[in-house]
């Protein structure tokens, strides 16, 4: 199922207000809460492994490196280690793999309907190209086997508060993924200057149809922070709570750029748990965007397995 679009109504966005220093320190809280310990921190750290969009987006990706992230994201964490754990038997994988449009068939071809592939698309990262041929774009990964399209916005409209011109070109993109794959809209919030306009930007992605929203391309100047990440999963809530029935959708959320370690992950779980709660601390609802993370959580589960920390080049991604 895909969320459809509703109406735009600007007098939703225009009522968004945002409290700068209120959002600073509940954002400081987050994690401070909440601890996870001993088996609560395997939970933890396997529940965000099965989170994870596995990704490479390099401009030197190569069919190779695509099978040896697929291979990895069948298997994220070493079976003697899930066995050292007792859960040698869990079937875990991650949320799904995240490639250019180039090496979508390849991921298709080696995944075989096992995994999720969501594609980066829209002129990533910066979302400047031709309207056709972002739409096209699409339509070309979809067909090439992605289950999950995500779409870069043109941030250009928020700055300049054109935000039904944001929703038409939202709306446009919800249409062309149509349902055959979920739509996550990255709003690149490092370049929309404050977090009212982030605000205002996550109610319009979700009045356009979006089925996730998503903090960064990971090329931004600043990604995925906790201040932004909260103001986000609010308007997650709002619509799920707070709209009128009609309006009420059901809304994951993406945090994305410079999540690398056990460490940065724990905080965006917590977030989910206490924002939203655990039913958007599934891989259906929640997804980190990283290349980097899942090593290290590897390494820490090796760790709680064993007692002692491995090189980092035993846990090899791709």
């Not at 007792?86 to 995240?98: I, M, R, S």
């Not at 205002?200 to 903090?215: P, Q, Y």
Request: hydrophobic residues 45%.
């Amino acid at each position: 199922m895909v969320n459809q679009p509703m109406p735009f109504d600007l007098g939703l966005v225009n009522a968004i207000r945002v409290n700068g220093p209120a959002v600073t320190r509940r954002a400081a809280t987050i994690g401070t809460r909440r601890c996870f310990k001993v088996e609560a921190q395997v939970a933890a750290l396997i529940r965000a492994v099965r989170c994870i969009d596995l990704t490479t987006l390099a401009g030197d990706d190569t069919p190779g490196r695509v099978q040896r992230l697929c291979a990895k994201a069948l298997q994220p964490v070493r079976r003697e280690i899930l066995t050292d754990l007792d859960l040698g038997d869990f079937n875990l994988t991650v949320g799904a793999v995240c490639v250019y449009h180039g090496q979508v068939a390849e991921a298709a071809r080696v995944l075989n309907g096992r995994l999720r592939i969501a594609a980066v698309s829209t002129s990533f990262p910066d979302g400047q190209g031709p309207r056709e041929t972002r739409l096209r774009e699409i339509e070309l990964s979809i067909e090439a086997g992605a289950t999950e399209i995500d779409v870069v916005i043109p941030r250009g409209l928020v700055l300049a508060g054109e935000w039904v011109g944001l929703f038409n070109e939202v709306l446009a993109m919800r249409q062309a993924c149509g349902n055959r794959a979920k739509m996550k809209v990255i709003l690149g919030t490092g370049n929309l200057s404050t977090l009212e306009n982030v605000a205002k930007t996550s109610a319009v992605a979700i009045m356009a149809g979006a089925d996730t929203i998503k903090t960064s391309t990971g090329k931004e100047p600043v990604n995925a922070t906790l201040p932004v990440g909260l103001v986000m999963v609010r308007q997650i809530r709002r619509f799920r709570d707070e709209v009128p029935t009609d309006q009420q959708r059901i809304v994951g959320f993406k945090p994305a750029g410079g999540i690398s370690s056990a460490a940065d992950a724990m905080p965006w779980l917590s977030l989910m748990l206490e924002e939203l709660g655990e039913e958007w601390a599934r891989p259906d609802r929640f997804r980190f965007g990283a290349s980097s993370l899942l090593n290290d959580i590897e390494r820490q589960l090796e760790h709680l397995a064993t007692g002692r920390y491995a090189a980092a080049y035993h846990q090899p991604m791709a």
